[in-house]
């Protein structure tokens, strides 16, 4: 079974910062793509930024330039630096894995979220 554990949300000014992780762990051959994704009240959940195997990220156009994500392959572990924050951040923010088990099988696994509150 693959779990995923978030650390890293809270509170921050508008313009301050945060660094959320993920880790993840359980019976993984390989990882696909890691990512985070957000859902504000109201909203549908979106995406905020991925990052593939082969290192590519993609970033939502809101977050691009202040957002950056990266990964730790030998921890399985990736990281979002959010710079700049804005109000309009707030959100509760899923991590996501898609991988590959030993089965060869893909699934995708969430993480169970962490809030972010940039206030004004």
């Known amino acids: 079974q693959v779990q995923l554990v978030e650390s890293g949300g809270g509170g921050a000014q508008a313009g301050g910062s945060l660094r959320l992780s993920c880790a993840a762990s359980?019976?993984?051959?390989?990882?696909?793509?890691m990512g985070w994704y957000r859902q504000a009240p109201g909203n549908q959940r979106e995406l905020v930024a991925t990052?593939?195997?082969?290192?590519?990220?993609n970033y939502a156009d809101s977050v691009k330039g202040r957002f950056t994500i990266w990964r730790d392959s030998a921890k399985n572990t990736v990281y979002l630096q959010m710079n700049s924050l804005k109000p309009e951040d707030t959100a509760v923010y899923y991590c996501?894995?898609?991988?590959?088990?030993?089965?060869?099988?893909?699934?995708?696994?969430w993480g169970q979220g962490t809030q972010v509150t940039v206030s004004s």
């Open positions: 996501n894995l898609k991988y590959r088990a030993s089965n060869r099988y893909q699934y995708a696994v």
């Open positions: 990052i593939i195997s082969g290192g590519d990220t």
């Open positions: 359980g019976s993984i051959f390989s990882i696909n793509a």
